[in-house]
């Protein structure tokens, strides 16, 4: 049995004169997904939004929403309906006028327009919320409110265009856990766009890494992280401390390499990926994955017990940020500076700068791919 799928792109390219900003995209959403578009400003994660609300169309290629083509279709023609980072409540209007509005321009008749208005209100858990004025709203209220608005006209898809970028730190991390709860209440399929990672990674079903008007990888949040296709993958999601080297030895799955700063790193290869000895390589590796002692017996312990890499290093910063807190410890041999996360055990909650570490990890750990600065070289030639 097929999977019902509420939005299909088909080698989607969108060009501006000789700028190309969306690259033969094409992706598959099931019906009832939270899928998110990943990317740095300028990526064209945007231009792809506004294509599928229908503000702009394709250059080339198809984009279905529900089976159906939606090349030369209005936006409020549409199954779809979008929710902007600023929202765009009407401020002359109360939280009940502001979410029936799309329901009068269909000239709805009012007894269905209030039953629905209040069906969509218990949904996004505000039931009381009708008669009050937009300004009597928090943040989040508001954000749910914008939410409602377009629920209520139940569109197969909602595009939500960075929402979360206007509010504070701490209200966005709350409306993150909301939203992804009311999604999945809700059924609606979800497609977000974002530049932060961490709303992709903690909400999403799937998420598309978008770099350079193309998909770098498409996957689960916990594939993105653990196992990046690409350098720019590795280095846009999640931390990574990262070296740039060039293979000295291979044996089969695992290389020695010689980083450009001096010192060696051993290194595993992605699946599917093939070097050359020679080759200019990007090193990554996860600051969790990184074991700080301060023993220096620690250091020959790790070497002789094989599989390990072993640096000395000191303490040149501590970034306390409670469970997520880090040190940077400068390599004595290169200079380089790692990011490593502090154990919660309490063993280095006395750590301070000056002081030396001795840090270790699995090959494995390591992560080696093809330079990036010869992929774009590649792309150029």
Known sequence: MSTQLD???RQVVKSFGKFT??????????QGSFFSILGPSGCGKTTLLRMLAGFIEPTTGDIRIK???MLGVPPNKRPANMVFQHLALFPMMNVAENIAYGLKRRKMGQAEIDRKVADVLERVSLPDAGAKRIEQLSGGQRQRIAIARSLVLEPALLLLDEPLGALDLKLREHMKVELKQLQHEVGTTFVYITH????????????????EGRFEQVGT????????STAFV?????????????????DGAQAMVALDEGGVIATSFAPGTSFAVGENVDLFVR?????????KAAQEKARLSGGKNTLSGVVQNLLFDGANSRALVRDQATGHEVMV??????????????EALVLSWDVEKTRAFKAMKAARQGIAA
């Open 7 to 9: 939005l299909e792109c």
């Open 196 to 211: 932060d990672q961490s709303e992709a990674l903690v909400m999403s079903d799937n998420v598309a890494v978008m770099n």
């Open 341 to 354: 996360s502090l154990p919660q055990t309490g063993a280095f909650s006395d750590l301070k700068p000056g």
């Open 221 to 228: 949040p916990q594939d993105l992280y653990y196992n990046p």
């Open 234 to 250: 590795a280095g846009f999601v999640g931390d990574a401390n990262r070296w740039e080297g060039r293979i000295e030895a291979l």
């Open 21 to 30: 900003a969306v690259d033969n995209v094409s992706l598959e959403i099931p």
């Open 287 to 295: 600051p969790e994955a990184i074991v700080i002692e301060r023993s």
């Open 67 to 69: 089976d159906k083509s």
